[in-house]
C-alpha cells in the first residue's frame, strides 16, 4: 500500500521535500482522477468512431442491413486483419516507448489509439442491436464503476489475486485461439463467462496497482501526468475486454 509517513518523510528520502498527509491525498485524488478521464475521454472518442465508421460503411436496401464498399472493405476483404491488429500495434508502442514519449506524443499516441480501437469494433453494431449494445455498455459500466471502487477503497493486498488473474487471462487466450477452429457454441460460451470474471477482477487489481504507484512518481509533475496516461490505458482495456465478454453473453444478434 501507500508509504506515506504521518511524520512528514517521504518514498524518496532526501531527494523529496516533506510532504503532509493532506497535499498527498490531494495529488492521489488528482492523479487517479487524470486517469478516469483520460480513460472516459477515450472511450467517448472510441464510440464516435465506430458508430461514425458503421454509419459509412452500411446501408438499407429494401430494409435490410446492406454494406457500402467502405463496409466490404473494412468486414470482408483482408483488410479486415490491419483493422483488427492495430490497435495491438499502439498498445506495444505506448508500452515500450512511453519513456522516451513526451506527455504530448504519449497523449497524441494514446488519442490515436482510442480512435484506432473504435475503427475495429464498428462491426459491433453490424453484429448486434444498438439497443442491447448500449444496454451491455451501461451494465458494463456499473461493472466497471463497482469494481474499480472496489479495488481503490480495499485495505486488502490484492496482489495474489493478481498473479492468479494473468494467469487465467494467458489460459482464455489460449482457449480462444483453440475455438477459432473448434467453433463450438459451448465454449464461446465459457470463455465469454469466464472472461467477463477476469476482467472484473482485473479492473479491481489495476485499480489498486494504480493508487500504490502513485508513490514512485508523487513528486515528478512530468512523470504523474504520463503515468495517468498509461494508466488510463490499462483501465481502458479492461472496459472495452469485459464490454465485449459481456456483449457475447448478452448481446442480441441483428438477425436473431
Known sequence: MSNFDG????????????????????GLR??????????????GISGLVAWGTFMAATHEVNGKLALTPLGQALYMSPLKWLVMLAPLAFVFVLSFRFERMSYASLLGTFWAFAATMGLSMSS????????????????????????????????????????????????????????????????????????????AGLTAWDTQRLKEEYDAVAYDQTLISKWSVMGALTLYLDFVNMFQFLLSLMGNRNND
Open 7 to 26: 511524520n512528514g518523510s517521504t518514498p524518496w528520502g532526501a531527494y523529496a521535500a516533506p510532504i503532509d498527509r493532506a497535499t498527498y491525498d490531494q
Open 30 to 43: 488528482t492523479y487517479m482522477l487524470g486517469i478516469y478521464n483520460h480513460m472516459t475521454l477515450a472511450l
Open 124 to 199: 459491433i453494431f453490424v453484429i448486434y442491436q444498438l439497443g442491447s449494445v448500449v444496454q451491455v455498455f451501461a451494465i458494463t459500466a456499473l461493472m466497471f464503476a463497482g469494481t474499480s471502487l472496489y479495488g481503490y477503497t480495499t485495505k486488502r493486498s490484492l496482489s495474489a489475486m493478481g498473479g492468479f488473474l494473468v494467469m487465467g487471462l494467458i489460459g482464455l487466450m489460449i482457449a480462444s485461439l483453440v475455438n477459432i477452429f473448434m467453433q463450438s457454441s459451448a465454449m464461446q460460451f465459457a470463455i465469454s463467462a469466464i472472461g467477463v470474471v477476469i476482467f
